[in-house]
């Protein structure tokens, strides 16, 4: 699969979804350790887990041609966070399967780029890829999340719902959602 896709970038009117660069972990450790941008997970991410993460993320893309990419906006050329799409880490019912993603600096929300870039990595997902299917997850109490999952086309059942495993029990931002699409109902969003 690699070979016929090597290391997608991607374009959308506003956004350059690109692989990683070295200069990019200042601000992506900047963006992790704010407390607003990362109030649904269970922790901060210090500049150490952030190169872990960068590393996760090249190595994703070097073994499968897609990944997490780095959202860099194209009228001013700053990284301003993440999107994309990566083979789930879970061990849950629902895997193997590839999950997207999104996480946006504060200074960015409320301006439709999370949206934009979740748009092209569906249709990167879907066209590009030909994956059968997409999934999303999210703390359940995530609304922002939730609602941009839904605009998307994703559809929740509630037999999906799982706990994270790597959250502490009875931390509120254990109980987990699961959102899918498929490809034919990815198509029938666009018609």
């Not at 992790?32 to 190595?59: K, N, Q």
């Not at 629902?94 to 504060?106: D, H, K, N, Q």
């Not at 941009?148 to 987990?176: I, K, Q, Y």
Request: aromatic content about 10%.
């Amino acid at each position: 699969m690699k070979d016929a896709i090597a290391r997608i970038e991607l374009d959308t009117p506003r956004l350059r979804l690109r692989t990683w660069q070295d200069e990019d972990l200042d601000p992506l450790a900047e963006m992790c350790a704010d407390p607003r941008v990362m109030r649904y997970f269970p922790a901060l991410l210090s500049r150490d887990d952030c190169a872990a993460a960068m590393a996760r993320y090249r190595i994703h893309f070097a073994r499968d041609g897609f990944g997490f990419w780095a959202l860099e906006r194209k009228d001013d050329g700053r990284f301003i966070g993440i999107a994309g799409l990566a083979w789930s880490r879970l061990h849950q019912p629902f895997c193997p399967t590839v999950e997207i993603g999104w996480r946006l600096a504060r200074d960015q929300w409320r301006q439709g780029l999370a949206r934009e870039a979740a748009e092209a990595g569906l249709a990167c997902a879907f066209e590009r890829l030909q994956l059968p299917e997409v999934v999303a997850y999210t703390a359940a109490i995530n609304e922002p999340s939730r609602a941009l999952m839904g605009a998307l086309g994703m559809r929740h059942e509630a037999r999906d719902d799982f706990d994270h495993p790597d959250v502490p029990d009875g931390h509120p931002l254990g109980a987990h959602v699961l959102y899918r699409i498929t490809r034919d109902n990815w198509v029938d969003t666009r018609r």
